[in-house]
């Protein structure tokens, strides 16, 4: 593509990555991650692709400094990931989590409010108490209206369904102001119709904003969809990196996921789809 | 059911305090929705509750003077408190044997009962958002056996002698207290970082190592110092004179100021380190804060008051349901209403058997005990 001096949101080289005692034997578990080079740039849309433990969720939460990559490097708008302040990172990414477990009997504004911890924990101050000011209410209202949780404002975040506490979750990420959002399997838990809801909504955002989203599916053909390129992995490393068209092919997912299925056209789009193969009988 | 009517009731109070807070014209958008400002803790709930709950514990303040081994009626009560706050010691003695009762008797006991139960509930507060579960309290965690078992020491070798205005004892028990956070704490990181279930189980087991011991100390000692040793386990408040109350006040003060600084950042704690962390919390300093402060509250506490339970983690809970889970107004607000609740119910301990006293640590037990019971079988209970 163009040759571009512009900075990456995110550059990633050589990263290596696996859970266990820092001073002890890796090779034990095994790398998670190993070896992943790519770059993101500003304003794209990419999804992450791969079977069940191919290390997608652990390459989200490194992007989101939330762990810390044994090997290799992450760079975010030019800025070494690791050399920077948590506050800043967070200002720059929200992560939706893929699980949101909440013992606490939060309303779902205070939850969204959350949001705003990065930007207004200089207030905070001696007291310790740091309110929230009508910019952070703003922001947190617009989050909510778009991820149509507004007339939930004062239901605690417990007692929601659960589609209902991603949605939430998402309006958080969305106060945070970030320029990049991370999503791990943001529409699991969610409708078709709040599934197309937050698709847009991302879309929207990442063309009115330029808000670059990395997100990680299941849903091979959602992300054919809406992203711009696919990273799909397998063990803990890149398989293919590009358009969904060059990712999408019978061959590759046959191979990382280990059964047949077969690609056409979406009608409307012409992007690759995704089916699984039918009963034997409609083939006979 | 009687949850449901509670949490309803926390609702229309929150909606009902903070209405004026946000005028009108400020919530954007004629939608048939709910206006965001309503749904959150406002600086004005959290003055209005803290006022509210501050008269509360003043009142019963009041009223737990009045009962001992002989009741003193309300007027003269305050005649007597407010002739020794404006002569000190002369207005103390010019009321004779209710004056000496009142004011160097009573008043002690009930001030160290308030200042023991809020500080075990503002660490249970802590120490469950820490660990983000609602059944977490310092004795879970082993850091009151801990501070028993330096305290045990203390008395088994009868330890004497102050350093700083602080003698052996209070010393001992919160070099076990930390003693034991150490060790929670060096268990937990052996990964490198502090899983939160690792911890709960570590805490778990080093409380029945810790008890074991003090029961051990308990038993061979002198039978006379053992039955002190008994009774103190079971939690007794044991006042000391007014200038080193004043040093142990202010101790607790800037302890309990350093866990209140906290209290935005544990409200994003109680999401799980990775979402906290993701949100921009300093994760690992907010825990270590946390649990030493914890440790050392707790230390000081247990050696004026021995084992007293439940306070901290039925009062956080409770609580939670009627000021919402916002840290800011839940940590203070617990303290406020710990504090009130163990004036109480050391009153039932000194009073209901007089001249007889009831460990208050049973009375909190009996109390708390069917609470628990409640919490473990209810939704809200489960484990986080």
């Known amino acids: 593509m163009k040759e571009t001096t512009e900075v990456h949101a995110y550059s990633v080289d050589g990263l290596r990555f696996s859970y266990g005692h820092p001073g002890g034997s890796r090779s034990v578990n095994g790398w998670v991650l190993d070896g992943l080079t790519f770059d993101v740039r500003p304003g794209e849309i990419v999804g992450v692709l791969g079977p069940n433990g191919s290390g997608k969720s652990s390459l989200l939460k490194i992007l989101a400094k939330v762990l810390r990559p044994q090997e290799g490097s992450v760079r975010l708008f030019g800025r070494e990931l690791l050399g920077m302040p948590q506050h800043d990172v967070a200002r720059a990414v929200a992560l939706v989590p893929q699980e949101s477990q909440i013992a606490f009997p939060f309303s779902i504004t205070e939850m969204v409010l959350m949001g705003r911890f990065p930007h207004h924990r200089r207030n905070i101050g001696l007291s310790g108490l740091g309110w929230e000011g009508p910019e952070d209410i703003r922001v947190a209202e617009a989050a909510m209206r778009e991820t149509d949780v507004l007339h939930l404002a004062h239901r605690s975040i417990t007692d929601v369904s659960g589609g209902e506490r991603q949605r939430a979750i998402i309006a958080r990420a969305l106060t945070q102001e970030p320029k990049v959002l991370l999503l791990d399997e943001p529409t699991a838990f969610l409708d078709l119709h709040h599934q197309l809801d937050i698709c847009s909504i991302l879309r929207r955002l990442n063309q009115e904003r330029g808000l670059t989203v990395i997100l990680v599916s299941h849903d091979l053909n959602l992300a054919s969809q809406y992203c711009d390129r696919l990273l799909l992995l397998d063990r803990g490393r890149t398989v293919r990196l590009g358009f969904p068209e060059e990712v999408m092919t019978p061959e590759v997912l046959e191979e990382v996921y280990r059964c047949r299925v077969l690609v056409d056209r979406h009608p409307q789009s012409g992007l690759p789809r995704v089916t699984l193969p039918g009963r034997p009988m409609t083939e006979a | ?384």
């Open chain 2, 1 to 384: 059911m009687g949850l449901i009517t509670g949490q309803t009731q926390s609702e229309e109070r929150r909606a009902v305090v903070s209405a004026p807070v946000v005028p009108a014209g400020e919530v954007a958008a004629p939608m048939p929705t709910a206006p965001v400002g309503l749904s959150r803790l406002s600086p004005l709930r959290w003055q209005l509750t803290l006022s509210a709950l501050t008269a509360v514990a003043v009142l019963v303040l009041l009223i737990c003077l009045q009962f001992g081994a002989e009741r003193i009626d309300l007027a003269e009560e305050i005649r007597v408190v407010g002739l020794a706050v404006r002569e000190g010691q002369a207005g103390i003695e010019s009321a004779g044997a209710t004056g000496v009762i009142l004011m160097q008797v009573r008043l002690p006991r009930v001030l160290l009962a308030f200042m023991v139960g809020g500080c075990l509930a503002a660490v249970g507060v802590g120490l469950q958002a820490l660990l983000r579960n609602p059944l977490a309290d310092p004795y879970v965690l082993g850091i009151s056996s801990g501070a028993a078992l330096g305290a045990g020491l203390a008395i088994l070798f009868g330890l004497t002698g102050t350093v700083l205005a602080f003698s052996a004892l209070p010393l001992c028990a919160m070099a076990g207290g930390l003693l034991s956070v150490l060790v929670v704490y060096r268990i937990a990181t052996a990964y490198g970082y502090l899983p939160i279930h690792t911890l709960l189980l570590a805490g778990v087991i080093l409380n029945a190592v810790f008890s074991a011991l003090v029961m051990f100390v308990t038993s061979i000692m002198e039978p006379n110092r053992s039955f002190g040793m008994m009774s103190w386990l079971m939690g007794t408040l044991t006042a000391p004179d007014y200038p080193a109350m004043l040093v142990l006040a202010g101790y607790l003060m800037v302890g309990l100021f350093v866990l209140f600084r906290q209290a935005a950042s544990l409200n994003l704690l109680t999401l799980g380190e990775e979402s906290a962390r993701s949100l921009g919390v300093d994760v690992e300093t907010v825990k270590k804060t946390v649990f030493f402060t914890s440790a050392l509250l707790t230390g000081a506490v247990v050696s004026v008051s021995g084992m007293i339970g439940f306070v901290g983690m039925v009062i956080p809970h409770a609580m939670r349901l009627l000021t919402g889970a916002d840290h800011r107004l839940l940590l203070p607000a617990s303290a406020l209403v710990g504090g009130l609740y163990l004036m109480a119910a050391d009153t039932i301990a000194r009073t209901l058997l007089a001249p007889t006293e009831i460990p208050v640590g049973v009375v909190t037990a009996l109390a708390g005990g069917p609470f628990f019971i409640y919490l473990l079988t209810s939704r809200k209970g489960r484990l986080a």
